[in-house]
């Protein structure tokens, strides 16, 4: 490997985490938020579902003025918007101005969320693009171990405040690696002119294609699923089953383990068997693992080592499946990569922002609302999987020009 692919793997990789580490690690706080504020765990659990719909819709407008402009200048603006509302989180007297600060935050994280792919695929494609989104998954995927446990190294002596302050100081540091490590990868050559018309006809074009938003929306059910995961697992781990926020953390991290360690196969497993079958055999497993999870706890079982070892199961499925499939939906559209990689992140984000209100909606304290919506969400992405990879060969691995 060289050390030019680590060191955008790397870069990119922490780019991409900005936007998670803001959510993970303000998990373990939701419920001091929710006393210290006085809000309902309903209107707690808002400021998690405004992150992620201020999070998808943005990035629909992030794609395509660095399609025009290049990479690195929305990432700059992103980053630094970021900043204001990290700090304004940090200072909020009430879960109102709570909700509107992350909202804040969110416009900022959507730079950090769609540009990273949009670089992947000005590299890469094929094969050689799984490859370096699984790397840049690897250093992704240590925000969901690391960042809990940081959280509640935090809350414990310092309270909910200072997991803001964290994240400021994590946007700053990406500002730096921004300008000293990551090139311009959108020479000015291949720059979209920017237009309505160019926008609308490119983001007509992906709309009008069943392949893309198949594609898309398979890796959008899996992170649907994950999302609800996100919405509800503190308040059942620590409220229901009586963990502390470190060991609620630890449990957390669990999950990523199992992500991280199987997205680490995905290009191996795609150049062997190719990318779609290995997108579809991943997402029948996710889906067995997920639905067995359900009619478990529908018979009754009230077990912490049996829902995390499902959901573990599940997870690492998800692991081949999320990374694999965006690479695919990128793979034919490297002239308006910018616009692709926004427009798949938007529609994955407002899918998961609505199974985070749904989830927060029917919430009853247990286990069982998130599992049957973590199951209905593995059999969609299952079936989506087997309509849309049915009669589409993988493309073949080549360098982008």
């Not at 302050?165 to 920017?194: C, H, N, S």
């Not at 077990?303 to 199961?313: A, D, E, K, T």
């Not at 199974?355 to 969400?377: E, H, K, N, Q, R």
């Amino acid at each position: 490997m060289s050390s030019s692919y680590a060191k955008n793997a790397i870069v990119l990789g922490l780019l991409s985490a900005v936007g998670p580490f803001a959510i993970d690690m303000y998990l373990p706080a939701l419920p001091a938020i929710a006393a210290d504020l006085n809000a309902s765990t309903a209107s707690t659990q808002m400021t998690l579902m405004a992150f992620f719909l201020t999070l998808g819709v943005c990035q629909i407008l992030y794609g395509p003025i660095s399609d025009t402009v290049g990479r690195k200048p929305p990432l700059y603006f992103g980053l630094g918007l970021f900043i204001v509302g990290s700090i304004g989180c940090a200072m909020a007297s009430n879960i109102h101005w709570l909700i509107m600060l992350r909202i804040v935050q969110g416009v900022g994280a959507a730079a950090v969320m769609v540009i990273p792919r949009a670089i992947i695929r000005d590299l890469h494609t094929g094969i050689e693009a799984t490859r370096l989104m699984s790397l840049v998954m690897l250093v992704f995927s240590v925000s969901p171990i690391l960042a809990p446990l940081t959280g509640s190294a935090l809350i414990v002596p310092f309270g909910w405040r200072a997991v803001f302050l964290a994240v400021t100081v994590a946007a700053v540091l990406a500002i730096a690696l921004v300008a000293v490590f990551l090139p311009e990868t959108r020479l000015p050559e291949d720059r979209v002119k920017a237009s309505a018309a160019n926008i609308l006809g490119g983001f007509g074009q992906l709309l009008r294609n069943p392949r893309f938003l198949g594609l898309v929306f398979i890796g959008g059910f899996g992170m649907a699923s994950f999302f609800a995961f996100l919405a509800s697992s503190s308040f059942i781990y620590i409220n229901h089953f009586g963990l502390t926020p470190t060991q609620y953390s630890l449990a957390f991290s669990v999950n990523a383990v199992g992500f991280i360690g199987a997205s680490q196969f995905a290009a191996a497993l795609g150049a062997r068997f190719g990318m779609a079958r290995m997108v579809k055999v991943a997402a029948a497993l996710y889906a067995l693992f997920a639905v067995t999870l359900f009619l478990v706890t529908s018979a009754g079982a009230n077990s912490l080592p049996v829902l995390m070892v499902l959901l573990l199961m599940s997870f690492a499925c998800l692991g081949l499946v999320i990374p694999s499939s965006m690479v695919l939906a990128l793979d034919d559209h490297g002239p308006i990569a910018g616009m692709a990689s926004s427009l798949a992140g938007t529609l994955q984000m407002l899918s998961g922002g609505v199974v985070v209100a749904v989830a927060s909606f029917f919430f009853d304290g247990t286990a069982y609302p998130m599992v049957t919506i973590i199951a209905l969400c593995a059999c969609c992405a299952l079936g989506l999987s087997l309509v849309t990879l049915r009669r589409h060969p993988d493309p073949a691995p080549q360098l982008a020009e």
